[in-house]
Structure formats: C-alpha cells, structure tokens
C-alpha cells in the first residue's frame, strides 16, 4: 500500500507566512507526525502533495524518503490535489491511502485495523471496497461532513454540512477525511468528477457518491477514539492536538513506569527518552533528544533540552540544561544553569546560581553556590567555593582553564585564564589568580588592608 499526503492547502485561518502543515506541535511540525504513524504502519511509499510555499515543505522532508507532487492550482479542491499526484498510484492494482497533512491525531493501530478490515472484506465477502472511509460519532457534529449510509449499512456519500439537509445534518457520524481507495477505482471516478457548483472546487467526499452510483461498495471504519478525527484548521486547534498528542505520549510513559506529578503541566517532546521508576515533578520541560534515564528526578520547574541525565540522579527546581552530559548519582540545582557541551561526572554536586559553560568535570566534584565556570576541565574530588569565577573571555578569545583532582578553590576567588592549576593546589578565598599554581602550593593573592580613619564621608 502506497500513502499519498495532501499538504496543499493555504491554511488562511493561520494567519501565517508558512505553510499550515509546518506549524509545529511539541517540537514537531504537523507533518511529522503524519509521516510517523504512515511509517508506523508499514507504509513507507509515500507522496506529498504541496502549492502554497512548497519549497519550505520540500526542505523540510529533503531526508524523508518521500515524492512529491505539485497542485498548480491550491484552490482547486482536495480531489484536484489528489488528482495531481495520480502518476504516483495509478500503475497500482492496489489500495492507495488518503490522509490530509493537518490530520496529525490518527493513530498507528486505527490504520492497521483499516487494512486488516479491508482483507476481512476480500476473504469473507469476497469482494473489493471501492472506499474504505474513517470516521466517528460526534455527540455534535456541527462543522463536519455526514456520513450517509444505505440500509445495508454501505456509505452512498459524504454530504457536507453546508450542503446537507435537515435530516442528513441529524445524521452524527461524521467524516475524518483519511481514506483508503481501490485504486482502479478511483481512476474510473476521477473521469466522474465535476466542480462544485458554489466553489468550483473538485471533492474527495465526491469520489464516494460516484463509485456508489456505479454499484461500487464503500464503508466506513470508526476511529478507536474520538479525537482521531479531529483536523487542524486554525491555531486553536492546533493547540488542542498538541495537548491530545502530549496527554498520549505522557500516558505510554506512565504506563511504561514513569512517575508523572500534575502531567497537565508537564511539557515532553517526542524524541524524549524516559526510563523506569524517574520522576518528573509538576511545570518540567524535556525538548529534543534529551535521555532521563532510571530512577532519576526532574524537580519543578526544570527545563532541560537535548542533554542525558544519568541513573539516580536529581535535578533540583528552576534548574536549566541544555546540550550536555549530566552522569549517575548527581546532584544539580536548584536555579543552576548548565550549557553548551558540559559534562559533570558522576557523584558530583552543583548547586544554586552556579553556571557552567563548555565544562567537564571528573568524578566528585563540589560547586555548590554562586559560581560561573566556563571553557574549563576539572580534576575528581575538587571542591569550588562560593562565588568562584572563571575569567575565560579576554575581549576577544575564550581561553581554556585546567584544574586537577582534590583542588581546593576557596570563595570568591577570580581564576584569569588561560591556567593550568595542579593536582592539590589550595587557592585561598578572594585571590585573584594569573599565574599557573603548581602541585599541591598554596596560592594567596590580597592586598594589604589599609583602614583610613575619620574618611567615611557619610554625614550624620
């Protein structure tokens, strides 16, 4: 079975410069996940259709294997852009999935049941579906087409509500608009197909009514949940499908073995891996390829995007990560912030308004307050004291800083890099440091305090 994506709409009621179907949802636009529940379900032939602003479609699905067609007319209608990718199924004696690109709720097993339903069909009833068309019941069905079916239970036409009767428009099945087609069929019917007279646009709902008139039978396929069926048509919508998609992927983590605290206020994108028996706490943000791995917690607040976080680890509240390695065992945060290719060995702690930059710290180490240590590698066991600062950036380079293992860098100490500080070095509270400090020295770095009495020039 091949997969064709109508992706040709001009999404007005976006109000957007791109493309309606590049408008993103977790990280992802639309389109993603059309094509992922498309793969899921073993149809990996797939062809887009694309006008308005196709060049920014076709970029984005370059490495996505697919072909793609082009509507010369975006306001000709669903059929006509099916129409217009017809060389890419018409050799087919196959069916031929439908999916509109703003359909992105539809789920993997809804498809397999489709295609499952279809061979039931050839080998109990021993013939062929010239349409199989997903839908719903909807306690109100207001907006969406009626699916109008004979006493046999076949659908005959899909009549949209603007054009429905009263008793049709009593009628609460309604039309998802994702569809599977015989091929040869199809082909016939596309030669069947007029404009509408009040649009002038040419309909896939059509295509239906067509094969019934020629003694062709088409049903219909309830969705195994409501919100299946459910497009995207404008920007509130869009949000609505982003809760649905993240209440689903928060649901396989919980059922998985994850602890969720208030999941409504979780925010999780789908590249997002999770392992048991982890924790994440209330207002949490987890974005691209970010790894939690067993047993770990994700305290309040935190955001963290694209990093690791290893086994029993704890990210403390408010704490911010991003592009980086945090090991087992580890304590960060609260209010921390970490970046750019750091790396903090296991069993380390690093503590309030403390930011590291480029940072690779070995095992053990302590940096526990107030504390910005960037371009810099840190030896085990050293411990950083509050309010220690890496003067890496001269005006115009960022210089690297070495510190070996067991160091002790006492409080509100200034480190001028490029320094190479050795195995044991003690560096006393306030010094400023702009030389290297051998093995186990002891830096002191002060000016002598000079008390001038009776200067204070506070009055009384």
């Not at 560096?427 to 030389?435: E, N």
Request: aromatic fraction near 8%; charge should be negative; proline fraction near 3%.
């Amino acid at each position: 079975m091949k997969a064709i994506i109508l992706a040709a709409g001009l999404g007005t009621r976006f109000k957007s410069d791109k493309p309606k179907v590049l408008h993103e949802m977790l990280g992802k636009p639309m389109i993603w996940y059309v094509l992922r529940y498309l793969k899921a379900s073993n149809i990996v032939d797939i062809g887009v259709v694309a006008s308005h602003k196709k060049e920014q479609i076709m970029d984005y699905l370059k490495d996505e294997n697919v072909s793609f067609f082009e509507q010369s007319n975006p306001k000709g209608g669903t059929a006509d852009a099916l129409m217009a990718g017809k060389s890419f199924f018409e050799d087919m004696t196959d069916y031929v999935f439908v999916v509109n690109g703003d359909t992105p709720l539809v789920k993997e097993d809804t498809i397999k049941g489709m295609q499952r339903f279809l061979h039931m069909v050839e080998e109990y009833e021993h013939k062929t579906i010239g349409a199989l068309v997903l839908s719903s019941f909807l306690p109100d069905p207001t907006g969406y087409g009626r699916i109008v079916k004979n006493p046999q239970g076949d659908v005959i036409k899909i009549v949209e509500e603007k054009e429905a009767t009263y008793d049709q428009k009593q009628i609460n099945e309604v039309n998802a608009g994702v569809y599977m087609f015989y091929v040869p069929y199809l082909l016939e019917a596309f030669k069947h197909l007029k404009p509408s007279e009040k649009t002038n646009e040419l309909y896939i709902t059509d295509i239906i009514e067509i094969m019934a008139n020629q003694g062709i039978t088409c049903r219909s396929f309830m969705a195994s949940e409501i919100t299946e069926i459910f497009g995207v048509n404008d920007r509130w919508e869009l949000s609505f499908a982003e809760s649905v998609i993240k209440m689903r992927l928060l649901e396989s983590f919980a059922r998985a073995g994850v602890s969720l605290h208030s999941p409504e206020s979780i925010y999780i994108e789908p590249d997002v891996v999770i392992e048991k028996d982890a924790e994440i706490f209330p207002n949490t943000v987890l974005k691209g390829n970010t790894h939690i791995k067993k047993s770990s917690k994700i305290m309040n607040g935190s955001y963290i995007e694209n990093s690791s976080i290893g086994e029993d680890t704890t990210i403390l509240p408010m704490s911010y990560i991003k592009d980086s390695i945090i090991e087992d065992d580890c304590t960060i945060g609260p209010m921390c912030h970490i970046r750019d290719n750091s790396h903090v060995g296991k069993k380390s702690h690093i503590g309030n308004f403390v930011e590291l930059k480029n940072a690779k710290l070995k095992e053990q180490v302590y940096a526990k307050h107030l504390s910005y240590l960037g371009d810099i590698e840190i030896g085990e066991k050293t411990n950083i004291g509050a309010g220690v600062v890496i003067a890496n950036f001269d005006g115009k380079h960022k210089h690297k800083t070495h510190i070996g293992k067991k160091v002790f860098i006492g409080s509100n100490a200034l480190i001028i890099a490029p320094r190479n500080i050795e195995d044991k070095a003690f560096i006393a509270g306030g010094s400023v440091i702009t030389r290297d400090i051998p093995k186990k020295a002891l830096a002191v770095e002060r000016s002598e305090l000079r008390i001038l009495e009776n200067k204070s020039k506070i009055e009384d």
